[in-house]
């Protein structure tokens, strides 16, 4: 036996939806079958679009941390500001720039 579902969904994700299957040969009825073995399957859904996404923390190895390590100290730029002059603005950046068109 077989059962007949019905969905609504969005004129244009069906239009589109209508035309890519037609490009790759296959049916609505697939389509369907093919959902529900995934859901089988997989025990969740193909593709669940929400407005929150889950944050993935993805650990870094010894290796990418040292690596990154190096990356992040080659884009310092070490300035000797004496003590005296510290809060000069204008002297600061001159050092800055000065540091910057050594470097290119």
Request: aromatic share 6%; charged share 30%.
């Amino acid at each position: 036996m077989s059962r007949m579902v019905s969905a609504r969904i969005p004129d244009a994700l069906f239009d589109q939806g209508c035309a890519r299957l037609e490009e790759l040969g296959a049916t609505q009825t697939q389509l369907v079958k093919a959902a529900f073995d995934y859901l089988l399957a997989e025990r969740s859904l193909p593709y669940a679009p929400s407005s929150k996404k889950k944050a993935v923390r993805k650990e870094l190895s010894p290796e990418q941390r040292r690596l990154f390590s190096a990356k992040l100290s080659s884009c310092q730029l070490g300035i000797d500001i004496p003590s005296d002059v510290a809060y000069a603005k204008k002297v600061a950046h001159e050092a800055r720039e000065a540091k910057y068109e050594a470097v290119s």
